[in-house]
């Protein structure tokens, strides 16, 4: 079945798709949970959905990419791209672009906390999830420019390369992005890191210690409400660091593979594979390492929902059972 691939891909293949599949799971219960728990107004729900549903199409791409591979003889799976691998090359870098924009949202939603802590109707709900369907049209659309021209970009399982249609050329739009995506997670993180420090200092009151006045306006209250808005905040803005930390992971990788290519090409080939198949799983890994490691709250609600989904299924198979007896009995 594998003659047409070398074991070494088809061991890292098999093991990406399994851990690609159970990170997926794990985005499919957080999302579930997240709906289950969205009037929890300690909880970032329009953010989870979001991101969420694109961890789970992102996924779905990354895994058909090398299933069909794996499953597939080679020239079938040859075939088999040509007719809808683009579409699938599309989707998941869709549903890569659309967290990084996201991540610009949440970072200016921060800083508008800073600014106007007291207004948050800009960032309301529905106005993220309005702003992240324009998030969504941009992407499609800038994706959508290469896929309709005379080169669009096909991913090969068999070579771990982006193929486009003019090789060696890029589409203007896609060397554009190309070139262009490592700014946004490395200055979003540069945004995040200045906005916590500046968050900690005016907590310890490093500002009045060297200005006899504040100029900045106090965040904390003393009001329950406030507090609990508070910690909210401070664990959006963690989790939007750790969104650029793991998004900086693909395209760190991109850009020293760009601007050493000699270094990089120097390198074992096995080496080489096995970088870009960690990048690519950090891309899946991102929900679980920032929704579940890094956010005690958005664990204990997951840890609450599967509990109460466990206790739910026991007690339908428990009245079940005790239905059959009856009859039985009689």
């Not at 929902?305 to 239905?323: I, N």
């Amino acid at each position: 079945m594998f003659e047409h691939i070398p074991m070494f891909h088809v061991v890292c293949q098999f093991v990406f798709c399994i851990l690609a599949i159970l990170f997926m799971v794990y985005d499919i219960a957080l999302l579930m949970a997240t709906y289950a728990y969205r009037n929890d107004q300690n909880i970032p729900f329009a953010y989870l959905i979001v991101m969420n549903v694109c961890g789970v199409l992102c996924k779905i791409a990354f895994i058909t990419d090398f299933a069909t591979y794996l499953a597939l003889p080679y020239y079938e799976y040859l075939s088999y791209r040509e007719m809808i691998g683009r579409e699938f090359t599309m989707l998941g870098t869709l549903t890569y672009f659309i967290p990084m924009c996201v991540s610009v949202l949440m970072t200016m939603n921060r800083f508008f906390i800073v600014i106007r802590p007291t207004d948050q109707r800009v960032f309301g709900q529905r106005r993220i999830f309005f702003y992240s369907f324009l998030i969504l049209i941009l992407c499609f659309t800038l994706l959508l420019i290469p896929r309709l021209s005379y080169c669009p970009v096909n991913f090969l399982a068999s070579t771990l390369v982006f193929l486009t249609a003019c090789a060696p050329e890029r589409h203007p739009v896609t060397k554009f992005t190309n070139i262009n995506a490592i700014w946004v997670p490395t200055t979003l993180l540069v945004i995040n890191v200045l906005m916590m420090l500046h968050l900690k200092a005016h907590r310890y009151d490093f500002y009045t210690r060297i200005r006899q006045k504040s100029s900045v306006i106090s965040m904390l209250s003393s009001s329950s409400l406030a507090q609990s808005q508070l910690k909210r905040e401070n664990m959006l803005m963690r989790q939007t660091v750790a969104i650029t930390v793991g998004l900086s992971f693909y395209e760190v990788g991109s850009l020293l593979m760009r601007t050493f290519p000699d270094a990089y090409n120097s390198l074992p080939q096995y080496v080489r594979d096995l970088t870009f198949y960690f990048r690519l799983e950090t891309i899946c890994a991102i929900n679980f390492f920032v929704y579940y490691l890094g956010s005690p709250s958005t664990r204990k609600m997951l840890k609450k929902y599967l509990g109460a989904e466990v206790k739910k299924e026991f007690s339908t198979r428990k009245v079940s059972s005790t239905f059959q007896m009856s009859r039985i009995e009689n």
